[in-house]
């Protein structure tokens, strides 16, 4: 584990270092790169980056990824496709939105009996769902304190601009966050040619101008 001295410090170097060439390509190339430079070794796991910080590089004007979790139940996004869903440039049934409490294609977040809901007049079957525990613990697990760099990507260089530390998620505002649209839910999954669902991960994102509001505490590294 990384102390915060040390991290903070590692991650104003790299932010006053100019330009780098990435390894290797894809969206999460410069994430990947900025979490090896400063010493962490790059997963997958549900705890943060660096022990007690997560980790986050954003460019643009892009949504800010803020956690995985698929909803309840078993089989709920093959139930979303076959009833929403349309012939993707795959050629497969596939489901892509983004839902900020409401959206314009008729989906609403609702909270209620301690889970959120996505409701729909013409859903039929059981609603997805998550409930209050699984949100927390996806979101308490990883997100207590959040450093965000900014940066920018010109085809295989990164250049990191700034960070910015944000501590005490509000966890008790999650539930109302999700519901008036602060934090968007985003889904992407389609079925391949033998039945099963590739499902790239529902993601609950937030606009970097809202980060903010999701915390208690902010500072400018």
Not at 33 to 47: A, I, M, R, Y
Not at 50 to 79: C, D, M, V, Y
Request: glycine fraction near 10%.
């Amino acid at each position: 584990m990384i102390s915060k001295k040390i991290l903070f410090e590692k991650i104003r170097e790299i932010c006053n270092s100019g330009w780098h060439d990435l390894p290797a390509t894809g969206s999460g190339a410069p994430g990947n790169f900025l979490e090896k430079s400063v010493g962490l070794k790059t997963s997958n796991h549900d705890g943060p980056d660096a022990g007690l910080w997560e980790l986050k590089f954003s460019q643009g004007s892009s949504l800010l990824t803020l956690f995985h979790k698929t909803p309840r139940p078993k089989g709920s996004i093959k139930n979303i496709i076959n009833n929403f869903g349309w012939i993707g440039s795959n050629g497969r049934p596939s489901f892509r939105h983004t839902i900020a409490g409401e959206s314009i294609r008729g989906f609403s977040l609702v909270y209620d009996a301690g889970s959120i809901w996505i409701r729909h007049d013409d859903f039929t079957g059981i609603a997805p769902h998550w409930t209050e525990d699984d949100l927390l613990n996806a979101a308490g697990g990883k997100l207590r304190r959040l450093i965000l760099v900014e940066g920018s990507v010109n085809k295989s260089q990164v250049k990191y601009d700034r960070a910015t530390a944000f501590q005490e998620f509000k966890l008790s505002q999650l539930m109302k966050a999700i519901t008036n649209g602060l934090v968007l839910v985003d889904f992407d999954a389609y079925i391949k040619e033998g039945g099963t669902v590739r499902d790239h991960g529902t993601k609950f994102r937030v606009q970097l101008d809202n980060l903010k509001h999701l915390y208690e505490m902010s500072e400018r590294l």
